[in-house]
C-alpha cells in the first residue's frame, strides 16, 4: 500500500488534515518536521540558527530516504521538502503526494500569532508568504494532486484526499515514453493540475474541445479546474455525432486554436466519447505539427477503448478511419462520476468492449460481469473506478505489446468481423457495441461447433450479454449478404477474413481457417434468413450516418 504524502506550503493544514486522514484510513500518521525536531531533540527554529538552513534540508532528505521504503503512512512533509527535485523522486516512488493549496491572504490569517516560523521571522511575512508561495510554485506544479483549502472545512479536505487516494493509476509504455491514466470520481476537477503537471507552463493556452452535449454538463467544471491552475482555456466546440468526424471539423478546430492563441506551448483537452477524442486527438497530432494531448473520456467505450492505444483520426465519405495519426497522451484522466448522465443505450454498447476485455484476458472481470446482473448504476457508483480499470488493464497490456497494430492487437477484433458487417448492413441503426455483441456470440458458436470451445461457453457469453442488456440475436438480414459484407472488408483490407475464437474465458484463437458452411449454418442459426432476400433498409436512420459512411464504405478497424 502507497504512501499518502500530503505537502505544501506553511499553513496549509498538512499536519491537521495529515491526522484526521489517517484516523478515518486507520494508518499511522508521521509528521516529518516534528519527526526530525525529536531526532535532533531540539527545535526546528533552533536547528536553523544553530546549525544553519543547509543541514536541516540533510536531515531532511535521509529521512525522506527512510520513509520510501515504508508503505501504508500518511506523511505530512515540511513546506519546502518537496521543493526538492530529489526528494519529490525518493517520496513519490512509493507514494501518492498530495498539495495542500491556500490563498495568500488566507495562509497570512492562519498563521497571525504563530512565532515558530524561521522562515517568517521578518519584517512583512505577508510579502514573505508570497515570495516564497512564487519561488515554490513551479516545483509545487510538479505534483498532480491539490486541493484548494481556501474557505474548505477540515471535513471537505480530508473527503477530496481519500477520492485523490482511491485514484486507481495505471501506466502505459508507448513508443513516445509512459503515460499514465487515472481512474477516480471527481478527477474533472483535476484536469488543470494535471496539464501543469506534465509539462504545461504558468499562463500557456488550453484548448478545451467538447461537443455541446457534453460541454453543456461538463465543460464549465473542466474550464475552471484549468483556470485555477494558472492557464488559459478556450473552448473549442465540434458538433455531436459519428458525421461529424471528418476533416471539415478538423479545419474547423484548427480555427479555434489559432483564435484562441494556441501555440506549441499549448494543451489540447478531448473532453467526450470516442469521437470527441479521435477527432481533437488527430488535431493535436498535427497542428503546428504536434502538442500535448490530454484525454478525459465521458463514454463508457471512450474510457475502456478509444482514449488508449494512441489511434485518432477520422471519416471519409468512402469509409472510417480512413485518414489518422498515432498520437500518444501526455496523461488520461478518467471520471466514472459522468457515466450517470450517459444515455443507457450509450453505456450498454460501451459495455459489449468491457465484456470483450473480460472474454479476451480478464477473467475476474468477466466473473464480475456475470454477476452484476445489468446493474448500470455499478459503472459510476464506488465500483465504477475498479470496473473501468479491470477492462482498461486488458487493453493496456496488449497495447503495449502491438502499438502499431501489427500483430497481436489483433485479439481486439473479437466480435468484429461479424460485427462490423452486422453493423453497415443495418445502415448504422445497429450500434457498435450491439453489432459487437451479436458478433461475439457467433465467434463463440463457431469456435463451439469447431470442437475448439465447449458448447457451455456459448450459454455463458451469451447470457452474459442478455443481462446486460445487449442483442444476442442476429437481425433477419440474408446470410449471403452478411458473407458479402464480411468479404468486402477482407478485400478491402487485402487479408484474409480472420476470426478471433473465445477458446475458453479469457483465452481466444485468431484464425483464418473458419469454413463458410461453419458461418452460415451458426448464423442462420442465430436469425440470419437463409433467403435472397436483402436487408431492411427501411428502418429509421441515424441522423447524419450516410453522410459519413456510405453503403459501399470501408471500415478500418477501430477496436
Ligand atoms: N481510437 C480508437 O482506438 C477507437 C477505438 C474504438 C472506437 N473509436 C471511435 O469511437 C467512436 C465512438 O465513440 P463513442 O461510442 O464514445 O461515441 P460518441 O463520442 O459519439 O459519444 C456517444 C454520445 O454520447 C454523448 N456523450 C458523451 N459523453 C457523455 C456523457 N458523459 N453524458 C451524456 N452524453 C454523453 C455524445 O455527445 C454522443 O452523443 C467511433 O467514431 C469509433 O470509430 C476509436
Ligand atoms: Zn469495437
Known sequence: MKNIILTGFMGTGKTTIGLELARQLRRLFLDMDTEIEARAGKSIERIFSEDGEAVFRGMETRLCQELSTQQGLVIATGGGTLVAPDNRALLLQNGI???LDAHPDEIARRLQGTRHRPLLNVEDPKAEIERLLAARREAYAALLWHIDTTGLSTRAVVQRA????????LPVRSPDGTYEIHV???LLAHVGDAIRACGGGLGSPVALVANPTVAQEYAGQVEASVRAAGLSPALCSIADGEAYKTLDTVAGLYEQFLAGGLDRSGTVVALGGGVTGDVAGFAAATYMRGLRLVQVPTTLLSMVDSSVGGKTGVDLPQGKNLVGAFKQPAVVLIDPSVLATLPPEELRSGLAEVIKHGIIGAPELFAELQLGHGDLTSWWGDQGATHVAWALEVKIEIVEDDPFEQGRRAVL???HTTGHALERLSEYTLRHGEAVAIGMVAATQIAARMGRANPTLVD?????LSAWGLPVRCPPYDVGAIWQAMEHDKKRR???LRWVLPVAIS???????VPREVVTSVLQEMGASAGSTSPDRRTARKPGAEQAVE?????RDDV
Open 162 to 169: 481519500m477520492e485523490i487516494a482511491a485514484v486507481i493509476t
Open 97 to 99: 503526494g498530495i498539495c
Open 184 to 186: 477516480g470520481n471527481g
Open 507 to 513: 483465452r481466444v484463437e485468431v484464425t483464418e481457417d
Open 551 to 555: 453503403k459501399e464504405s470501408i471500415d
Open 460 to 464: 455463458t457469453v451469451r447470457d452474459t
Open 413 to 415: 477484433n473479437l466480435g
Open 494 to 496: 487485402g487479408k484474409a
